[in-house]
């Protein structure tokens, strides 16, 4: 007997920080039997099937973080690629460095608050009786793009620090098993102990043109400063920009103004999707 068909689920839920009396929304994303549809969330489009039951069996966990002044939506081919693959996906719109409100950009709280934010989303989740059952919690993988990466970085031990040498206290997130790094912001790991307690594998993903984190500068701190090199896998996409991570925008976003539908001349960006998806489940997939 063939196994019902599994689609990718959808469900918006709000995290709230009580200590920091702040609130940020999330995108969860997982397997239900419910059949999917094309659905709207801003200027996106998704085939999801939205408020859905989840199937009733386990899954990893991925959580993705995105860059300086980003969304949560703007990974969606990625999250819904995995999800089809069998993962739980959550992505985080951080509180005060998103589109909608960048008042904590180039701030330390920004620098706290961003690692905070992907703790006390896996806390919310496995406390949360809707999918606290289905999620496998020895799997939890964070994605991060750009200043994504650095918070990926800080939450599974990093110690970064601020660019005048000011340390930053962040506490290490030891249910963090397996991270990918797409263009990270590894500056704020610069003194060479920084990275001295990261010890999950890790994807590595830099781009060949990349004018705000620099490849040279991603592959000299990361792979000079994680003590157990066999820990890393290393992809550079050739041609590729910062912002070519960034799922492909509908085209009348498409603007040379707005530099995050921008990549360099001759680059493929939808193309590109279609292998980065397969690139991070086949590295999640061999851990």
Not at 160 to 167: A, C, H, N, V
Request: aromatic share 10%.
């Amino acid at each position: 007997m063939n196994e019902t068909k599994a689609f990718v689920g959808s469900i918006h839920k709000t995290i709230t920080d009580k200590e920091n009396d702040i609130s940020y929304p999330i995108l969860i994303q997982y397997p239900t039997y419910k059949k999917s549809k094309q659905t709207n969330f801003g200027p996106y489009t998704m085939e999801v099937a939205v408020d859905a039951t989840p199937i009733d069996k386990q899954y990893p966990l991925i959580i993705i973080s995105h860059g300086n002044g980003g969304s949560h939506l703007i990974y969606h081919t990625i999250s819904t690629y995995l999800v089809a693959k069998g993962f739980v996906v959550v992505s985080i719109e951080h509180y005060g460095n998103n589109r909608n409100n960048n008042t904590l950009e180039k701030s330390d709280l920004n620098l706290v608050y961003r690692p905070q934010h992907i703790s006390l989303t896996i806390d919310s989740l496995l406390s949360d009786k809707l999918f606290s059952t289905i999620i496998n919690k020895d799997k939890i993988t964070i994605i991060g793009h750009s200043f994504g990466g650095y918070t990926a970085l800080a939450v599974a031990g990093g110690k970064p620090s601020t660019s005048i040498g000011k340390r930053i206290e962040v506490e290490k997130d030891t249910r963090i098993t397996a991270i990918v790094l797409m263009a990270p912001a590894a500056a704020y790991f610069t003194p060479k102990d920084s990275l001295n307690e990261i010890d999950i594998p890790i994807l590595l993903l830099t781009a060949e043109f990349d004018q705000f984190t620099p490849k040279e500068w991603c592959e000299d701190i990361i792979l000079h400063s994680i003590p157990k090199t066999s820990l890393i896998t290393h992809k550079e996409i050739p041609n590729a920009g910062h912002f070519s991570f960034i799922s492909p925008f509908p085209v009348q976003m498409q603007n040379p103004a707005f530099l995050p539908s921008v990549d360099p001349e001759g680059f493929d960006r939808e193309k590109f999707h279609e292998q980065l998806s397969v690139d991070i489940f086949n590295f999640l997939n061999s851990l």
